[in-house]
């Protein structure tokens, strides 16, 4: 299983957010501290924004900040929100299903278990959690200088 660029990227701007707690955050200082496409970042951001994970406001003192609490933010909700398909299997999907065993194959099953405990892990986890581990591993989240544009 692997996760879109979209969800990796999601999940840098919740985590770099979560690290920055009351202050507005630019998308330019996001692309500039993860060497990433601002245009990229501009649909994952809007999109966290309709989902009600970041609030963005515009103008001179705008920017992104979170909508609720790092410690209410499940990382299994946010991949579950920004991953396009989870259908593992063609057979996951009845209108794609053109498998000739779907109906007495038991691997459906097995991968579907197993689906439910990669996402069962992510939700033992909240975005505190994973920005808590990322901040020690990475101590410039605080000592970055906030850009205005």
Not at 1 to 25: H, W
Not at 36 to 46: D, F, P, W
Not at 48 to 60: N, V
Request: aromatic letters at 8%; glycine letters at 4%.
């Amino acid at each position: 299983m692997r996760l879109t660029l979209y969800t990796d990227y999601s999940l840098r701007v919740l985590i770099y957010l979560a690290n920055r707690e009351d202050e507005n955050v630019t998308i330019t200082e996001l692309a500039d501290f993860y060497q990433i496409s601002r245009n990229h970042l501009v649909k994952v951001v809007h999109n966290l924004g309709l989902d009600g994970y970041i609030l963005t406001t515009r103008g001179r003192h705008g920017g992104l900040k979170l909508a609720r609490p790092a410690k209410e933010i499940l990382v299994g909700d946010v991949v579950r929100s920004t991953e396009p398909d989870f259908d593992l299997l063609e057979c996951f999907n009845p209108v794609t299903d053109k498998c000739v065993i779907s109906r007495s194959c038991s691997l459906k099953s097995v991968i579907f278990d197993a689906q439910a405990g990669f996402l069962n892990v992510l939700d033992k986890y909240t975005l505190a959690d994973i920005a808590k581990t990322s901040k020690k591993a990475n101590p410039s989240f605080k000592s970055i200088p906030i850009v205005r544009r």
